[in-house]
């Protein structure tokens, strides 16, 4: 069935460093790739999405492009800040759009000041 | 609603007790899921409905667990004869099944339980 892997964490970084949390996936057909972020305490939030090949998703200094070729989605921001400190989910959508999002195990970013 | 709204937002029972979660969806979504969040884990999936189409039970974990959901309006997710394992953030989230492709899912806020 349809995958999600993602780097594993934590991930902790100095504020304005450069940020990469990889993601891989296995699909069949033209799945839909989203990332979530979950801020301490709270719930799960749409971060970015792309919906077909080469897109780029991008939100709040993030970006994510769609790769077909390397079924990859890899998360990147060129600065981070203390407030970018989450769990990031990787997810995946199937080409129906009628059945469960799969989600990656998370990674969590922490970024000190 | 704005939002999805679950409630309780934290729960604290006694093993064995039951106990009975609630989610609200988002006016006009059909879709709706629970999830399971352990502690520094994943996201695992419980169950899906999609209006009034059978439910997708293949995530429940034991027949402890069971939800209802009528029409395509508020659900509960019910886990009877709680054990510890069972101690975990419940998540539930709605979408409108087209838009899923491309929009993704609204999460509500999650209900803490906690089995003591």
């Known amino acids: 069935g349809d995958s999600v892997t993602q780097m594993e964490g934590p991930v902790t970084l100095s504020e304005e460093a450069f940020l990469t949390i990889n993601c891989t996936y296995t699909?069949?057909?033209?799945?839909?790739l989203f990332w979530y972020v979950q801020y301490p305490g709270e719930g799960l939030q749409l971060l970015l999405k792309?919906?077909?090949?080469?897109d780029k998703g991008s939100n709040k200094g993030f970006e994510a492009t769609y790769r077909k070729e390397t079924t990859s989605f890899h998360l990147e921001k060129g600065s981070v800040q203390v407030s970018d400190s989450a769990v990031y989910f990787c997810?995946?959508?199937?080409?129906?759009?009628?059945?469960?999002?799969?989600f990656g195990k998370g990674t969590r970013l922490s970024v000190i000041a | 609603g704005a939002g999805v709204s679950q409630s309780p937002s934290n729960k604290v029972t006694e093993k064995g007790k039951d106990v009975e979660l609630r989610c609200d969806p988002i006016s006009g979504h059909t879709a709706l899921y629970w999830y399971r969040q352990r502690l520094g884990q994943g996201l695992e999936f419980l169950i899906y409905f999609q209006g009034n189409s059978a439910p997708d039970k293949s995530g429940l974990p034991s027949d402890r667990f069971s939800a209802e959901r009528t029409g395509e309006s508020v659900s509960t997710l019910t886990i009877q004869r709680t054990q510890q394992e069972d101690s975990a953030v419940y998540l539930c989230?709605?979408?409108?099944?087209?838009?899923?492709?491309?929009?993704?899912?609204?999460f509500g806020s999650g209900t803490r339980l906690t089995v003591v």
């Open positions: 792309a919906t077909k090949a080469d």
């Open positions: 997810a995946l959508s199937d080409h129906s759009g009628n059945t469960p999002l799969v």
């Open positions: 699909a069949t057909g033209y799945p839909s």
């Open positions: 989230a709605s979408s409108r099944p087209t838009e899923t492709r491309g929009y993704g899912y609204t």
